[in-house]
């Protein structure tokens, strides 16, 4: 089935720039969305259809999806950041059709 | 408002049995698909099944066919979620999520707050 690659980590100083990547053999011809996670709460949906923001989401939230890499970015990093995030395709060609990275924890310095 | 408030979980033995329920509220429910996905401690995040909006097409993962079973009363606004031969490997927050989008590009808007169910002697 596919498969979706997600570094465990990343660090980012408050106010910088944070990217996160997810892998996928020509994820560039699928659609991808991200969620972030607090512990303990529920996933957020913060980015879809690769670019998209849900209401609500701040424009410092952005997504791009190219070649086999799809990436999120957060500009002006603040602490509330701070969380897992996940990407997620829709995909047919395994034995089921969500698919989520395994995640990324995204740490403000 | 959308709102899915599930509930249902709880501490159950190996091999037993358990239903979870997601009652939603703030959309035509019936319009719309409803996932199950789940977490194990310290994991990522799991797709465990589907349901369609009418109730007739159902969806699992290999880990759970045959064991869970996924339905809808949508004259309650609700989604079930029935768990039999639960396994330790089961342990896990249970979440509910609205399916939203176009064919074969999916995603999640609205998610429940997660139920935890624990498999345990």
């Known amino acids: 089935s596919y498969v979706l690659t997600q570094p465990p980590s990343v660090s980012v100083a408050p106010g910088k720039t944070a990217r996160i990547t997810c892998g996928g053999n020509n994820i560039g011809g699928k659609s991808v969305n991200w969620y972030h996670q607090k512990p303990g709460r529920a996933p957020v949906l913060v980015i879809y259809y690769n670019s998209d923001r849900p209401s609500g989401i701040p424009e410092r939230f952005s997504g791009s999806n190219s070649g086999n890499t799809a990436i999120l970015t957060i500009s002006r990093v603040e602490a509330g950041d701070e969380a897992d995030y996940f990407c997620?395709?829709?995909?047919?060609?395994?034995?089921?059709?969500?698919?989520f990275g395994g995640g990324t924890k995204l740490t403000v310095l | 408002e959308v709102q899915l408030l599930e509930s249902g979980g709880g501490l159950v033995q190996p091999g037993g049995s358990l239903r979870l329920s997601c009652v939603a509220s703030?959309?035509?429910?019936?319009?719309?698909?409803m996932i199950w996905v789940r977490q194990a401690p310290g994991k990522g995040l799991e797709w465990v099944s589907g349901?369609?909006?009418?109730?007739?097409?159902?969806y699992y993962a290999d880990s759970v066919k045959g064991r869970f079973t996924t339905s809808r009363d949508n004259s309650k606004n609700t989604l079930y979620l029935e768990m039999s031969s639960l396994r330790a490997e089961d342990t896990a927050v249970y979440y509910c999520a609205r399916e939203s989008g176009v064919s074969g590009t999916y995603y999640f808007d609205y998610w429940g707050q997660g139920s935890l169910v624990t498999v345990s002697s």
């Open positions: 703030g959309f035509t429910f019936d319009s719309y698909a």
């Open positions: 349901i369609s909006g009418s109730g007739v097409g159902t």
């Open positions: 997620q395709v829709w995909d047919t060609s395994g034995d089921h059709p969500v698919i």
